[in-house]
């Protein structure tokens, strides 16, 4: 976990509110892959980045979904209208070329 | 169909023997293999990472690769109860993209 430091850890909204999850790489890597992890549908890549660029994003359910990566430093997932289908765990990862990825600790979130 | 499947289990052992996790993959493109542990409500964390065919050991846990099969696979010899968690396949493609399956539940009991 330490290579990476996801907030919030926890996460309870509304339905049709925005979230927005934060993801704040602390050490070096190339790649930055965000999931989502479900009982249903297991661990799902939903987008991932290549030195701040989205490299595949058909992953990312539906349009309520976006990421951003502005700089090699932090990443954002934001849902906008959020519903209670989108509650889940949801992980951000980071991979250096040629090497495993290593996961941040995870967001719950629970939509109501 | 997933790009990366796993049995779900839940997979059952008794303390001290040898547990058999198996996980298959679609594409063939795929290049590096991974297993990872995952404990209840913590995030996966890797165990082994596999390149070319054949076996790779360390310590207990020993990963096999057959890319004509498509077939990796992760043998726990003298499992303990602190095993029990879930265990996660993955598969690197060309694009650099990680997948992973769904999970088999291991459970070994005292």
């Not at chain 2, 289990?9 to 795929?30: H, K, M, Q």
């Not at chain 2, 404990?39 to 310590?59: A, T, W």
């Amino acid at each position: 976990d330490a290579g990476v430091i996801q907030s919030p850890r926890h996460e309870v909204t509304e339905m049709g509110q925005e979230v927005t999850l934060r993801c704040k790489p602390i050490s070096g890597h190339d790649y930055l892959f965000w999931y989502r992890q479900t009982m249903m549908r297991g661990l799902e890549l939903l987008i991932y980045f290549n030195n701040n660029v989205p490299i595949d994003d058909s992953g990312m359910p539906e349009d309520r979904f976006s990421a951003k990566m502005p700089n090699a430093s932090f990443s954002t997932l934001k849902i906008q209208p959020s519903e209670p289908r989108d509650s889940a765990v949801y992980f951000c990862a980071i991979r250096e070329k040629n090497t495993e990825a290593f996961f941040g600790q995870g967001t719950r979130l629970t939509v109501v | 169909q997933k790009e990366v499947e796993q049995n779900s289990g839940p997979l059952s052992v008794p303390e001290g023997a040898i547990a058999s996790l198996n996980c298959t993959y679609s594409d063939r493109g795929s290049q590096s293999f991974f297993w990872y542990r995952q404990y209840s409500g913590k995030s996966p964390e890797l165990i082994m990472s596999i390149y070319s065919n054949g076996d790779k050991e360390d310590g207990r846990f020993t990963a096999q690769l057959n890319k004509a099969s498509q077939y990796v696979s992760l043998l726990i010899r003298d499992s303990q109860p602190s095993d029990s968690a879930t265990y996660l396949c993955a598969a690197r493609s060309n694009n650099n993209d990680m997948r992973f399956g769904a999970g088999t539940r291991l459970t070994v009991k005292p």
